[in-house]
Nanobody, 122 residues
Framework: QVQLVESGGGLVQAGGSLRLACAVS??????YGWFRQGPGKEREFVAA????????SYHDSVKGRFTISRDSAKNTMYLQMNSLKFEDTAVYYC?????????????????WGQGTQVTVSS
């Protein structure tokens, strides 16, 4: 059974940084993504990266602040989050899909982690 396990969430003050990690148990996926769901909100796209790292995409709200990356040797994906804002507060989920395209809609991802809470205090 494929497992995606997130880590690195926590409480941070506005302006601070966190790095989320997503360990993936299978190496056959073609692309990976980060999504988040804030209180009372629908789940939304944050960032995505192809397995080859040739394609990367970000939601406009995180461009210039968040960086997605992947360590193929460790089969782990990361989300470096800098200059965090109160509105970044959410449960963050990592996801993986077959094929190298990096869609921004969650229904196109095949496997999901359990989520990790990120809380930004103002």
């Amino acid at each position: 059974q494929v497992q995606l396990v997130e880590s690195g969430g926590g409480l941070v003050q506005a302006g601070g940084s966190l790095r989320l990690a997503c360990a993936v148990s299978r190496r056959t996926f073609g692309a990976y993504g980060w999504f988040r769901q804030g209180p009372g909100k629908e789940r939304e796209f944050v960032a995505a990266i192809s397995a080859s790292e040739g394609s990367i995409s970000y939601h406009d709200s995180v461009k210039g602040r968040f960086t997605i990356s992947r360590d193929s040797a460790k089969n782990t994906m990361y989300l470096q989050m800098n200059s965090l804002k109160f509105e970044d507060t959410a449960v963050y989920y990592c996801a993986a899909k077959y094929g190298s395209s990096i869609p921004i809609t969650d229904r196109q991802y095949d496997n999901w982690g359990q989520g990790t809470q990120v809380t930004v205090s103002s």
